[in-house]
T-cell receptor, first 111, second 109 residues
Framework: QKEVEQNSGPLSVPEGAIASLNCTYS??????FFWYRQYSGKSPELIMF????GDKEDGRFTAQLNKASQYVSLLIRDSQPSDSATYLCAVNAQAGTALIFGKGTTLSVSS | EAEVAQSPRYKITEKSQAVAFWCDPI?????LYWYRQILGQGPELLVQFQDESVVDDSQLPKDRFSAERLKGVDSTLKIQPAELGDSAMYLC???????FGPGTRLTVL
């Protein structure tokens, strides 16, 4: 059973701080990795994806991938109250297959 | 901006009744997914289509769930009979990086 693990949280950070969200996966052959944000009662929206080891930056968001450790993370710099949501990590074992999601981490940013 | 359309947005039904959900993916997207998301959990795949063909339905409870995409465009997911445990958000998604529709919130009483 291929698994994606995330701490459920809640992760609480003050406004302006860096939020760090972590995810591990069990399938060593996984090829692509995604982070989604989901507000309460809404559907998930894609934030960013990463395929290669290292860091990928997009605005205030940085995804980090370490395939040797089977670990992917999302950093949110200058956290805002509007970033308060559940963050879902998803993994694609191979091209053409469906994503496998973690249970999500709830982030709360206090003003 | 093109979007995945779903209807209805909300559905309340009694157990043992039949329910159906509809999805229209982004135009030109051959791959379509139905996911189910129980409150507090991540989305779980129910069925994946490539055009009109089912690619993966290994997690679809086939005794009560059915899905079709007859012309390779829009899709329907049906539950008959609905059970209390089917209460969840049903999400339709399009293409590899998954553009999700707004979802259908199902409540089974």
């Amino acid at each position: 059973q291929k698994e994606v693990e995330q701490n459920s949280g809640p992760l609480s950070v003050p406004e302006g701080a860096i939020a760090s969200l972590n995810c591990t996966y069990s399938d060593r052959g996984s090829q692509s990795f995604f982070w989604y944000r989901q507000y309460s009662g809404k559907s998930p929206e894609l934030i960013m994806f990463i395929y290669s080891n290292g860091d990928k930056e997009d605005g205030r968001f940085t995804a980090q991938l370490n395939k040797a450790s089977q670990y992917v993370s999302l950093l949110i710099r200058d956290s805002q109250p509007s970033d308060s949501a559940t963050y879902l990590c998803a993994v694609n074992a191979q091209a053409g297959t469906a994503l496998i999601f973690g249970k999500g981490t709830t982030l709360s940013v206090s003003s | 901006e093109a979007e995945v359309a779903q209807s209805p947005r909300y559905k309340i039904t009694e157990k043992s009744q039949a329910v159906a959900f509809w999805c229209d993916p982004i135009s030109g997207h051959a791959t379509l997914y139905w996911y189910r998301q129980i409150l507090g959990q991540g989305p779980e795949l129910l069925v994946q289509f490539q055009d009109e063909s089912v690619v993966d339905d290994s997690q679809l409870p086939k005794d009560r769930f059915s899905a079709e995409r007859l012309k390779g465009v829009d899709s329907t997911l049906k539950i008959q009979p609905a059970e209390l445990g089917d209460s969840a958000m049903y999400l339709c998604a399009s293409r590899n990086v998954l553009f999700f529709g707004p979802g259908t919130r199902l409540t089974v009483l």
